[in-house]
């Protein structure tokens, strides 16, 4: 995603570590919501919304992407000591610019989690008994 700063200044990077992997600007692990992002901007939050967008890293396009968000924020969460929290924020970054233009496929991941589920015997049981 190579566009032009948001007019804010705001850096794509660091508001995709803030916003998306709770890596703050002091390099401390710990999630924001909107108002603590904004604040660490030193903006409104309707300019982190309007970065969000411009930068297509708001909540929709993240969810719609076929990029594991979820699986990001875990790498970050259980990063061993001594690891930086910024050099893993950086791997997840690229790995999300690279999935620009990509589209979930909601079906697949449906199918998946069923079958997923019909392999747990917990799950079968439990629905043995609705029945």
Same mark, same amino acid.
């Given at each position: #995603? ?80 001594? #690891? ?31 079958? @997923?589920?019909? #392999? @747990? ?11």
């Amino acid at each position: #995603m190579s566009k032009p700063r948001h007019p804010s200044g705001i850096d794509p990077f660091e508001l995709f570590c803030v916003y998306h992997l709770g890596i703050g600007r002091d390099g401390q692990r710990r999630f924001h919501n909107l108002h603590h992002v904004a604040q660490a901007f030193d903006v409104t939050p309707e300019v982190i919304r309007e970065a969000l967008v411009h930068y297509e890293m708001d909540p929709e396009t993240v969810l719609e992407r076929e990029f594991d968000i979820a699986g990001a924020q875990a790498d970050i969460a259980v990063l061993p000591e001594g #690891m930086s929290p910024v050099e893993q924020a950086r791997q997840a970054y690229d790995d999300y610019l690279r999935s620009a233009g990509s589209r979930r496929d909601w079906d697949r991941e449906l199918a998946e989690a069923h079958d @997923d589920n019909e #392999m @747990d015997p917990l799950y079968r049981q439990k629905r043995h008994k609705e029945r």
